[in-house]
């Protein structure tokens, strides 16, 4: 029996055998004529009682000691059964007054019966809690493992992320500006105005275009623009990228604000990213569907004593904004699963002033 469990097992068999007891005592009034009925149930259930307690006692001793169940199934009983003759020894003389008063077999037999359900009892409700104990135990380290397997795949995903983004921004990239150059100058060295000339150089444009549209666009999909430095950063660059017609501005609460004059990066990388993608939706539908001329980001912090804190950020826009109803998520439910999945939320709603609001809050453990 676990430690923790014996007292509660203790606390059954006593009361057991305070019942016990009491029902006893109740009915000794009809052994003899001789005692007072008063007289008859004190003693009767007093010794009834101080002898369980005892027995009580000694078996929650034995059972933290004795490990094996098997033991205990043997010692328990052989205890209960020296109880019961002790207790059957004390009660001799109210049960040989008159003829009709039990004898001490049958005194004996029922403080054995009484006191091994007393002792049932809470042996049974121990094991039950140890078992519910264990299967909880069980369930936790189950999490574990599921936790520790979805960090090792996250932490996977990541490396895969930078290394492509790396390989896209860097080696691809470059390749695309040599080949770009090589057409520039096969073209130059044509036959100015022929049809060659302006083939090659059509290519070199169209290079130029895949590169700065699709390939950045690309890399950025797999690993936003300062994403390493912080959320602030990264939203940032993700507004710089805007058309000059679109008014974008970021604000931040003075705790936010602190954390990012100190240079610090509070949430963990894979926190900043489903940041980061979510704003970069709301931007884009803002942009696409709802027409906005001005987006702003506002984004706060709300530490706690203990982890985790809290990151409320809000985007509203100066849009259509959603329309009447409860408002259809589309690409957005992938970020709103995303942001669930981490034990956040994610609000799409009209705006105080017009315009649509997007409201995301994630809990994260901020990063020393």
């Known amino acids: 029996m676990r430690g923790h469990r014996a007292p509660i097992a203790a606390l059954v068999a006593t009361l057991n055998v305070a019942a016990f007891a009491l029902l006893v005592a109740e009915q000794a009034t009809e052994w003899s004529t001789a005692w007072s009925a008063a007289a008859l149930m004190w003693w009767v ?197 805007l058309p000059t017609s679109v008014a974008a501005t970021v604000e931040l609460g003075p705790r936010m604000q602190a954390h990012v004059d100190a240079h610090r990066a509070l949430l963990p990388l894979l926190d900043r990213l489903v940041v980061v993608y979510t704003v970069e939706e709301a931007v884009t539908n803002a942009l696409k569907h709802g027409g906005a001329a001005r987006v702003v980001v506002r984004a706060e912090v709300e530490p706690a004593p203990d982890p985790p804190w809290i990151l409320d950020l809000v985007v509203d826009d100066d849009g259509s904004g959603p329309g009447p109803g409860a408002p259809v998520l589309s690409g957005l439910a992938r970020h709103r699963a995303r942001a669930e999945a981490r034990g956040g939320t994610l609000v799409l709603e009209a705006g105080p002033d017009g315009g649509g609001r997007l409201h995301l809050r994630l809990p994260f453990t901020p990063e020393p």
């Open 45 to 241: 259930g007093g010794v009834t009682l101080v002898v369980g307690l005892v027995l009580v006692a000694a078996v929650m001793l034995l059972a933290m000691r004795v490990r094996s169940w098997r033991w205990r199934l043997v010692l328990a009983p052989a205890l209960a059964a020296i109880q019961a003759l002790v207790r059957a020894a004390l009660l001799l003389p109210a049960t040989t007054v008159e003829p009709g008063a039990p004898g001490g077999v049958a005194v004996w037999a029922t403080g054995m019966l009484g006191y091994s359900v007393a002792l049932g009892a809470g042996f049974l409700v121990a094991a039950l809690l140890e078992r519910e104990d264990r299967e909880r135990e069980r369930r936790e380290a189950e999490e574990r493992t599921a936790r520790r397997a979805v960090a090792e795949l996250e932490d996977e995903e990541l490396r895969v992320r930078r290394m492509v983004a790396d390989r896209l921004h860097g080696t691809v990239q470059h390749r695309l500006v040599v080949i770009a150059s090589g057409l520039e100058q096969a073209a130059s060295e044509a036959e100015e105005g022929s049809a060659r000339a302006g083939e090659l150089r059509g290519w070199a444009e169209d290079l130029d275009e895949l590169r700065e549209e699709h390939v950045r666009s690309l890399s950025h999909s797999l690993f936003p623009s300062g994403a390493d430095l912080g959320t602030y950063q990264a939203i940032r660059a993700l507004l710089d990228r």
